[in-house]
């Protein structure tokens, strides 16, 4: 049995750290904690921007459509870069007509690399190469 006598001569024993879940749903991302705003932008009454917050405390980003003026039957979604952001893959899309009142995407596990970086946008067009709006890179 691994482990070592502490002050007490009671054995401590080396437990695995649990790795945090890459995701979180939007669900879930209502129920974070110590939320911040990063990288919004607006364009007319339709803002957008990237909000972390803390979940079982662990570090999440997701992307939050705000203001006014958006059409319900739109998208908003979720990319992630691992270069600093010259390119990007796709992480998660909501749709904002799906019956959950939800205008944000799924929450992303964030990392302390640099180049790790996220983006949201919104669009009537699912994943439009130039969307209506987007965020700033965090």
């Keep these: 049995m691994a482990g070592s006598l502490g002050a007490l001569g009671v054995a401590a024993l080396a437990t695995p750290a ?3 879940p890459g995701t979180i749903n939007t669900d879930q991302v209502m ?3 110590n939320r911040v705003t990063h990288a ?3 364009r ?3 803002g957008i921007e990237l909000r972390s917050g803390y979940y079982n405390g662990y570090q999440y980003g997701w992307g939050r ?3 006014s003026g958006w059409d319900p039957r739109g998208w908003i979604w979720l990319d992630i870069s691992r ?3 010259r390119t990007w893959s796709f992480a998660d899309g909501t749709y904002l007509s799906d019956g959950t009142g939800y205008a944000h995407t ?3 596990l964030t990392q302390s690399d640099p180049n790790y970086v996220f983006r949201a946008s919104y669009d009537s067009n699912f994943r439009a190469v130039n969307p209506y709006v987007q965020s700033g890179i965090w």
């Design 18 to 20: 649990h790795a945090a």
């Design 31 to 33: 129920a974070t904690t």
């Design 40 to 42: 919004p932008n607006q």
């Design 44 to 46: 007319g009454t339709i």
């Design 65 to 67: 459509l705000v203001g």
């Design 83 to 85: 270069d600093g952001g």
């Design 106 to 108: 799924s929450g992303w």
